[in-house]
Each structure stands twice: as structure tokens, then as C-alpha cells.
């Protein structure tokens, strides 16, 4: 299904006439439902769109990628269509990971890049992430999108030249970097958008390396291409331990994020792996600064302190990281859904794949297994990452309510993405979600009986702001 393109011809009169669905334009991208919400006609607006705000900046050309997904190939075609009407000129790498497209911005003569992808989603769901002049293109600058629909776009015709980055991206990963003892790794690519580049890499690795699910289908047929879920790491962990590896990887849909299996099938999860990618970077950078978002355990950023580095807390979000990275000198930053971005020796873009020949390079020179690194980190009682129902505007809605009414009574928070409320025995947080229709929550406190008091606070805000919650 797909809408018919509208042009008037009018001189002088608006371009476009096309409304892109409520729901499409987020915070960080665009992503709506194949079919349904996002359709091929969208694309090629959010080209005219995109090549509008890139020829504002003087840019002439720009880089498209797009990942594995069944509607990729459809939704590509016709962006790449409103980027050559807008007057670019596109590279069009074909199928890769979004931080391979991140990484063309640098190598190639290009302005932007453009992705086309549907990330960590269902199959049925789809949509891009957008970069201009190696800086996140977010926000306000989306949610201008329909507004641009009423103006007269700017036309030209430009041209694609197909390019093939992936040698020179697997070069890259690994540059300058020489391994140390040699690892079994389980590697799992979730048939995602790594998978060809992942059976490249594994050449450039010393070790013993085992390949699960490397084959690139749009229909996910092992699990969903979250590795924020525990349910589909699954697999993983089997193999692991079956295999006796020291560790197993997992990406999700395009490559920009990573979960990690220590060699006791453990799940480190990523304020976990930030922890440890910090430790390292501070016996090189002392007082180093590093990020993490306001989900990361209250023991990451009091070990950061002790350790002589500089915990800075912040808003959830790839396009929100990057952009704190500019600004405060960070060399280092991560969330807990799995994006990393290092300064130190690269570019400071979320790259899953980089960030996994980090730790296995780390590993590699280490004395310790990561599974005795595990078992070093602090481990408070906490919730994993919570996702409530929320649609509309109520998610957003939500957390400002339940902050006034905590004002009111004199709690402490922080508010810098919904509200992180201290409690004597640990903290809650309740942010809206800006990629799903959900509220977010996470429980952390000292003790497992401090825990269940957290718990029980959360659920009774939520209550009062009528909605009914079990942890169970």
C-alpha cells in the first residue's frame, strides 16, 4: 500500500501535497509500521525533506544505507528518488550496519548520511535515522518535516553512484589495534543488518570464532533483534556455555548496539560494559569523563568517582549522547540499552561492532576472564528495564504529573529524562519512551528488602496516575 505522489505546477505555489502520519516524526528518527503508518510515499518526502535541509547547509551529497528488512529495498528506492529530486547526489552503499554508514561520513565526499532501517523492531516496522555534517539530525529538526511540506522545496536532479564501504569499514574497526591471547566467541548477529560484515571481521580477530543466525533475513526467524531482552539471548547463552567460550556477542538489527555473554552465561548488560570500558580508559586518561544515561546503576557512577574519572549523567538517547559528547569532551559514553561511543582512537558515533574489538581486545590483554570481571562489578538489587502500555500523549504526560505531585511533597529527583527519585533505600526513574509506546521504569536500591519498598513506591505513583502495575 502507498499513498500517490501529489505535485502541483503552479509557479510559486507549494510543492508537496502530503501529511506524514502523527505518529512517524520521533525524538531521535522516524519509524512507524510498513504498510500501515510509513509508506513508500513518505520516504520520498522525508528525501525531498532531508535534501532540503542539507542543500540549506551548502551540501551537495549524501550517503544512504538501508538494512535487511523486506521493506527496505522499497522504502530505499524511493528516498533515494526525493534525495536526487532535492538536488543531491547519492552514494548508495546497499545493505550494511548504520554505524557503517556513520563511518562513511569521514571517507566519503558527503554532507549527510541517511539510514534506512527499523533498528531493534519487529519485522513489520521500519524507518531512518539521519546524520548531517557528522552531527545527529534530531528533534526539532524532524519534527520540521511538515512544516517543509508546505514550502517550496528546492529541485534538482543528482546522481547515485553505488559505493561498497564494507572492507574499508572492517579495516577500520580494527586499525591500529594488535590483539593479545587468542578467545573462543560465540557471535550473534540476529540476522541483522551485521551479519556480512560480522563474517569479514572475524578474520581480522585472533581466536576461535562461532557464528550464530549470520545470514540476513528481514523476518528475524531465530528471535527479535533486541539484545536488551533477555529472552533473546537465549540462544547465546547455550551456545556459550555448550561451546565453552570466553564470550559471546550479541547485535542488534543494525549494528549500533551490543549485549554481552560472560563465559558463565551471564548477562552484562550496558551500564555493566561501560563500567568496564571506563576502568580501562582511566588507567590511560586519568579524570576522565565519561557518560551514561539516567538508567545506569547508582554504582556505576559512584565506582566512576572513586576510580578519579567524572560520571556525567544524562538524557537517554544515541542523538542526545552524541550531542552531551560534543559539548562537555567526553571520551567515552554508553546506555543501558547497548550503544557505546568512543573518542579515544575513534570517531565517538554508536558503533556495536567497535565497540565488541574493544572488549575483546581488552580481554585479550587482560589477566582476568570476563566472567571474573563479572563477578568484580557491583551488583545492586534492581529491576531490569521496565516497559508499561502508554500510548499518545499520556506517556509524556505521566512523568510530569507524578513529578508535581512529588515536588509538592518534597522528594528529591532528578529530571534532566522524566524523573530519577532518590528514596532512602535506592531510586525509581519513569521517563516516557521515545521509540515505543510505553512508559520506561527501573528499580534500584541497596538491599533486596530496600528493593521491594522501591517497587512499592513506583506502584503507588503509578496508581494514582491510574495506571495499574505488577513487577511479577
Not at 553512484?161 to 557471535?187: H, M, N, P
Given at each position: 500500500m502507498q499513498n500517490s505522489l501529489s505535485i502541483a505546477s503552479e509557479a510559486g505555489s507549494p510543492l508537496a501535497v502530503h501529511a506524514f502520519h502523527p505518529t512517524i516524526l520521533r525524538e531521535y528518527d522516524?519509524?512507524?509500521?510498513?504498510?500501515?503508518?510509513?509508506?513508500?510515499?513518505?520516504?520520498?518526502?522525508?528525501?525531498?525533506?532531508?535534501?532540503?535541509?542539507?542543500?540549506?547547509?551548502?551540501?551537495?551529497?549524501?550517503?544512504?544505507?538501508?538494512?535487511?528488512?523486506?521493506?527496505?529495498?522499497?522504502?530505499?528506492?524511493?528516498?533515494?528518488?526525493?534525495?536526487?529530486?532535492?538536488?543531491?547526489?547519492?552514494?548508495?552503499?546497499?545493505?550494511?550496519?548504520?554505524?557503517?554508514?556513520?563511518?562513511?561520513?569521514?571517507?566519503?565526499?558527503?554532507?549527510?548520511?541517511?539510514?534506512?532501517?527499523?533498528?531493534?523492531?519487529?519485522?513489520?516496522?521500519?524507518?531512518?535515522?539521519?546524520?548531517?555534517?557528522?552531527?545527529?539530525?534530531?528533534?526539532?529538526?524532524?519534527?520540521?518535516?511538515?512544516?517543509?511540506?508546505?514550502d517550496k522545496l528546492g529541485e534538482g536532479?543528482?546522481?547515485?553512484?553505488?559505493?561498497?564501504?564494507?572492507?574499508?569499514?572492517?579495516?577500520?574497526?580494527?586499525?591500529?589495534?594488535?590483539?593479545?591471547?587468542?578467545?573462543?566467541?560465540?557471535?550473534?548477529?540476529?540476522?541483522?543488518?551485521?551479519?556480512?560484515?560480522?563474517?569479514?571481521?572475524?578474520?581480522?580477530?585472533?581466536?576461535?570464532?562461532?557464528?550464530l543466525n549470520a545470514e540476513i533475513d528481514g523476518t528475524f526467524p531465530a528471535h527479535s533483534p533486541d539484545p536488551s531482552e533477555p529472552k533473546n539471548l537465549v540462544q547465546l547463552q547455550k551456545t556459550v556455555l555448550n561451546e565453552k567460550c570466553d564470550l559471546g556477542i550479541a547485535f542488534d538489527g543494525d549494528g549500533d548496539r551490543l549485549a554481552a555473554i560472560d563465559g558463565k552465561g551471564n548477562i552484562l548488560w550496558g551500564d555493566q560494559l561501560l563500567l568496564l570500558f571506563a576502568t580501562d580508559l582511566l588507567k590511560r586518561i586519568p579524570n576522565a569523563q565519561v557518560i551514561a544515561d539516567v538508567k545506569a546503576s547508582q554504582g556505576f557512577f559512584d565506582t566512576i568517582s572513586c576510580l578519579g574519572g567524572k560520571a556525567i549523567m544524562w538524557k537517554t538517547g544515541h542523538s542526545h549522547i552524541k550531542s552531551k559528547m560534543a559539548e562537555s569532551g567526553a571520551m567515552l559514553a554508553g546506555e543501558m540499552s547497548g550503544h557505546f561511543f568512543f573518542k579515544e582512537g575513534y570517531y565517538g558515533f554508536d558503533d556495536g561492532m567497535y565497540a565488541a574489538v574493544r572488549l575483546v581486545l581488552m580481554l585479550?590483554?587482560?589477566?582476568?576472564?570476563?566472567?571474573?570481571?563479572?563477578?568484580?562489578?557491583?551488583?545492586?538489587?534492581?529491576?531490569?528495564?521496565?516497559?508499561?502500555?502508554?500510548?499518545?500523549?499520556?506517556?509524556?504526560?505521566?512523568?510530569?504529573?507524578?513529578?508535581?505531585?512529588?515536588?509538592?511533597?518534597?522528594?528529591?529527583?532528578?529530571?534532566?529524562?522524566?524523573?530519577?527519585?532518590?528514596?532512602?533505600?535506592?531510586?525509581?526513574?519513569?521517563?516516557?519512551?521515545?521509540?515505543?509506546?510505553?512508559?520506561?521504569?527501573r528499580c534500584e536500591a541497596f538491599t533486596l528488602s530496600g528493593l521491594d519498598n522501591v517497587k512499592q513506591h513506583l506502584k503507588d505513583e503509578l496508581a494514582k496516575a491510574n495506571i495499574v502495575w505488577s513487577f511479577d
Amino acid at each position: 500500500m502507498q499513498n500517490s505522489l501529489s505535485i502541483a505546477s503552479e509557479a510559486g505555489s507549494p510543492l508537496a501535497v502530503h501529511a506524514f502520519h502523527p505518529t512517524i516524526l520521533r525524538e531521535y528518527d522516524i519509524r512507524g509500521v510498513y504498510g500501515q503508518t510509513l509508506l513508500d510515499d513518505d520516504a520520498y518526502w522525508i528525501g525531498r525533506c532531508f535534501g532540503h535541509c542539507v542543500g540549506k547547509k551548502k551540501g551537495k551529497a549524501i550517503a544512504v544505507c538501508r538494512d535487511g528488512r523486506l521493506s527496505s529495498p522499497q522504502l530505499c528506492a524511493a528516498l533515494i528518488k526525493g534525495l536526487c529530486e532535492a538536488g543531491l547526489d547519492v552514494y548508495d552503499l546497499g545493505v550494511g550496519p548504520t554505524p557503517m554508514l556513520y563511518f562513511s561520513e569521514y571517507v566519503l565526499p558527503v554532507d549527510g548520511a541517511i539510514m534506512v532501517t527499523g533498528s531493534h523492531n519487529p519485522p513489520t516496522h521500519n524507518g531512518f535515522k539521519m546524520s548531517l555534517g557528522c552531527k545527529p539530525f534530531f528533534g526539532e529538526d524532524i519534527q520540521a518535516f511538515s512544516q517543509l511540506l508546505e514550502d517550496k522545496l528546492g529541485e534538482g536532479q543528482g546522481q547515485v553512484y553505488k559505493s561498497e564501504l564494507c572492507s574499508s569499514y572492517v579495516d577500520r574497526l580494527v586499525q591500529d589495534l594488535q590483539f593479545g591471547k587468542e578467545l573462543t566467541i560465540a557471535w550473534d548477529p540476529g540476522h541483522g543488518a551485521t551479519a556480512h560484515v560480522l563474517k569479514s571481521l572475524i578474520y581480522k580477530i585472533p581466536g576461535h570464532h562461532i557464528l550464530l543466525n549470520a545470514e540476513i533475513d528481514g523476518t528475524f526467524p531465530a528471535h527479535s533483534p533486541d539484545p536488551s531482552e533477555p529472552k533473546n539471548l537465549v540462544q547465546l547463552q547455550k551456545t556459550v556455555l555448550n561451546e565453552k567460550c570466553d564470550l559471546g556477542i550479541a547485535f542488534d538489527g543494525d549494528g549500533d548496539r551490543l549485549a554481552a555473554i560472560d563465559g558463565k552465561g551471564n548477562i552484562l548488560w550496558g551500564d555493566q560494559l561501560l563500567l568496564l570500558f571506563a576502568t580501562d580508559l582511566l588507567k590511560r586518561i586519568p579524570n576522565a569523563q565519561v557518560i551514561a544515561d539516567v538508567k545506569a546503576s547508582q554504582g556505576f557512577f559512584d565506582t566512576i568517582s572513586c576510580l578519579g574519572g567524572k560520571a556525567i549523567m544524562w538524557k537517554t538517547g544515541h542523538s542526545h549522547i552524541k550531542s552531551k559528547m560534543a559539548e562537555s569532551g567526553a571520551m567515552l559514553a554508553g546506555e543501558m540499552s547497548g550503544h557505546f561511543f568512543f573518542k579515544e582512537g575513534y570517531y565517538g558515533f554508536d558503533d556495536g561492532m567497535y565497540a565488541a574489538v574493544r572488549l575483546v581486545l581488552m580481554l585479550s590483554h587482560g589477566t582476568e576472564s570476563l566472567a571474573d570481571l563479572y563477578q568484580r562489578l557491583p551488583h545492586l538489587p534492581s529491576t531490569p528495564e521496565i516497559r508499561i502500555p502508554c500510548e499518545g500523549e499520556r506517556k509524556f504526560k505521566i512523568p510530569l504529573e507524578i513529578k508535581y505531585r512529588l515536588q509538592q511533597q518534597g522528594y528529591s529527583f532528578i529530571d534532566i529524562d522524566g524523573i530519577r527519585v532518590r528514596l532512602p533505600e535506592g531510586w525509581w526513574l519513569l521517563r516516557s519512551s521515545h521509540t515505543q509506546d510505553v512508559l520506561v521504569a527501573r528499580c534500584e536500591a541497596f538491599t533486596l528488602s530496600g528493593l521491594d519498598n522501591v517497587k512499592q513506591h513506583l506502584k503507588d505513583e503509578l496508581a494514582k496516575a491510574n495506571i495499574v502495575w505488577s513487577f511479577d
